[in-house]
């Protein structure tokens, strides 16, 4: 089903069109869903602007185009308000059949892009000479839940782990493992983090060592010590698979293209800014200088791929892995999920791309940025000791916590099950506290807040949603039985109808998720559903009511249950039929 919010607009769009004598693709409907009923289920405040614009009355303007709009079959009659507001109420038999449509839809009425796009998305890619930290979640989960949007939808998605596995931390790391004594590398590994603590201290107290280490680089650079870093890879790898497989996230080890995979394009990319006249050297550095980028003083700000010791950059390997997407997986966009500092960087490294030729213009790409996560007191987020909190270590007291919750509620449960919601509920609560924020704003990290059984959180709508089904099993109809109902639901009661109306509108939250690449729209979304569902569900008995009544209802039970389970999935985050 197209979304009635696009219905709406093109209808109001050619309304406007004709009441002002212009092409109806020149003119923007501005339709936004209302928040207080009282203004009916949608509003248009385009009539202001394109008033403006034409220089006549609004409010005259708004009685034009609301006497040419055909909106029969849609909606009542449209209001006209204050100075223009035109106000949209749905038909009431528009909504029963929209509810029996999409109740009859696999996809709840969700519509396939008709234009399936392959869509390239860089994110995790966290530097694997460390373990993951908490500042690795936003990254993971932002672009996990975009990846699984964007394919059902029906894009292809192409997942890209760019991780850090190359450059000067490693000559450290080998060099230590160098030094180990015969069969102790195993056990050493086993913990990244001290691995990387005792390398650094060393490195950091003995010059000898750092010499040794500047070395190692250079000599892994020329090919040597391969096997040790593949080794050092693997275990790190095997890490980041682990966490990814506890959070639920869909990268796979084929995802896994690092910084190295690029080594030998380096020279080539190098070769191509020349080609293309780019190239400048600047204090014995090579680099490209673009109009309108500036430091504060106003002075030429370079874009450097190439240092004068000739050693590459992290700038020289994003420009390399942007030529390796766009000939690999024929794009119509690239997105980028990492945080907002880095937002110079490829603002700076698109430029330089479309410049170079390496990115053509029917290639969006995309810098999704993100902010910081903040610990409990609002500073960054670090252990007591001040080091970086492991993502893996967040993990476990996410379970811990919720583990205490389960106990709490349903001490009953069989100890298998208590072990599973525990797992749902913790890690869910983590990944959802994250995507219900803006993800350009910083947040702080709270474990009560996040946790919480009432409120925008995980646990909420996970308990929600098996409500649902309990009420939908009391009902004593099976999921065939609800698939096979074939009349449109009458929806008399108020509540039944503010229900049926938000379910209407999944479909067009999901686009407007990609519209910007916000999952918050969809938390945002859910939520709303779950709150609209206990307030029918106060409203109007289900069980108790009389037939047909009790059909339709529990027909809306089941519809419910369907979009809040699609909608977390989407999200990532798993549901339980009982909890
Ligand atoms: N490894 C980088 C970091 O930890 C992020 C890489 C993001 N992707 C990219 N193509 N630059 O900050």
């Known amino acids: 089903m197209k979304p009635i919010i696009a219905q709406l607009a093109s209808r109001l769009a050619d309304a406007f069109a004709s009441a002002l004598g212009v092409p109806a693709d020149t003119i923007d409907p501005t339709i936004r869903t209302t928040t207080d009923p009282k203004f009916g289920d949608y509003q248009s405040n385009a009539a202001m602007a394109l008033a403006k614009r034409a220089k006549t009355n609004p409010r005259q303007l708004a009685e034009k185009a609301v006497a040419a709009a055909k909106l029969d079959d849609l909606t009542l009659p449209p209001e006209i308000a204050g100075p223009g507001f035109i ?9 029963s059949q929209a509810i029996a449509a999409i109740a009859a839809d696999e996809r709840m009425g969700v519509e396939q892009a008709a234009a399936p796009e392959s869509v390239v998305i860089d994110f995790s890619s966290p530097n694997i000479s460390k373990e993951m930290h908490i500042g690795h979640l936003r990254s993971t989960v932002l672009g996990d839940v975009l990846s699984r949007v964007l394919e059902f939808i029906g894009h292809r998605v192409f997942r890209q782990n760019h991780v850090g596995d190359w450059g000067t931390q490693f000559g450290m790391l080998l060099a230590h493992l160098s030094e180990l004594p015969a069969g102790s590398a195993a056990p050493e590994l086993s913990d990244l983090e001290k691995f990387y603590r005792n390398a650094k201290k060393r490195f950091d107290a003995d010059p000898e060592f750092a010499t040794k280490a500047r070395k190692t680089v250079a000599l ?9 870093w593949q080794q050092f890879l693997n275990i790190s790898l095997a ?7 506890r959070l639920g996230v869909t990268l796979q080890p084929e995802d896994v293209r690092g910084e190295s995979a690029y080594n030998d394009d380096l020279p080539k990319v190098i070769e191509a800014l020349d080609k293309a006249g780019l190239l400048q050297v600047s204090e014995g550095a090579k680099c ?5 980028y500036a430091n504060k003083e106003g002075n030429p700000l370079p874009f450097i791929v190439q240092k004068s010791d000739g050693g590459y950059l992290y700038a020289t390997t994003d420009l390399a892995a942007l030529r390796y ?3 690999t997986f024929n794009p119509t966009r690239i997105l980028y999920v990492t945080d907002v500092r880095q937002s110079h960087h490829f603002g700076y490294m698109f430029a330089v791309a479309r410049k170079a030729g390496f990115a053509p213009e029917n290639v969006q790409l ?3 940025a993100f902010g910081t996560i903040q610990g409990p007191d609002g500073k960054p987020f670090k252990t007591k000791s001040g080091e970086n909190v492991k993502l893996a270590d967040v993990l476990d007291e996410a379970e811990q916590r919720a583990r205490k919750i389960v106990e709490d509620k349903n001490a009953d449960l069989p100890e298998e099950q208590k072990q599973a919601v525990a797992r749902a509920v913790g890690i869910g609560a983590v990944k959802y506290f994250d995507l219900s924020n803006n993800r350009i704003s910083d947040y702080r990290f709270d474990w009560d807040q996040m946790l919480a059984l009432t409120g925008n959180t995980a646990p909420y709508l996970q308990y929600a949603y098996s409500r649902v089904r309990s009420i939908f099993r009391k009902g004593g109809l099976s999921d065939t039985q609800v698939a096979a109902i074939a009349n449109a639901p009458a929806l008399a009661h108020d509540k039944e109808r503010a229900l049926a109306i938000h379910l209407l509108r999944f479909g067009e939250q999901l686009s407007a998720v990609l519209d910007d690449y916000r999952p918050n729209i969809l938390t945002d979304y859910l939520y709303e559903l779950a709150i609209r569902f206990s307030g029918f569900y106060e409203g109007c008995p289900v069980l108790k009511a009389d037939e047909p009544t009790r059909t339709e209802r529990l027909l809306l039970c089941h519809l419910t249950s369907r979009v809040m389970k699609q909608g977390l999935s989407l999200l990532g985050i798993d549901v339980m039929e009982e909890m």
């Open 239 to 245: 890490h980041c698979q682990a966490n990814y497989k």
């Open 220 to 228: 892994l650079q020329g090919g040597q010590f391969r096997e040790q």
């Open 366 to 368: 995309v810098h999704v």
């Open 325 to 327: 997407r766009v000939a």
């Open 87 to 95: 106000n949209l109420r749905l038909r009431p038999e528009f909504v």
């Open 288 to 292: 490209v200088f673009l109009d309108g």
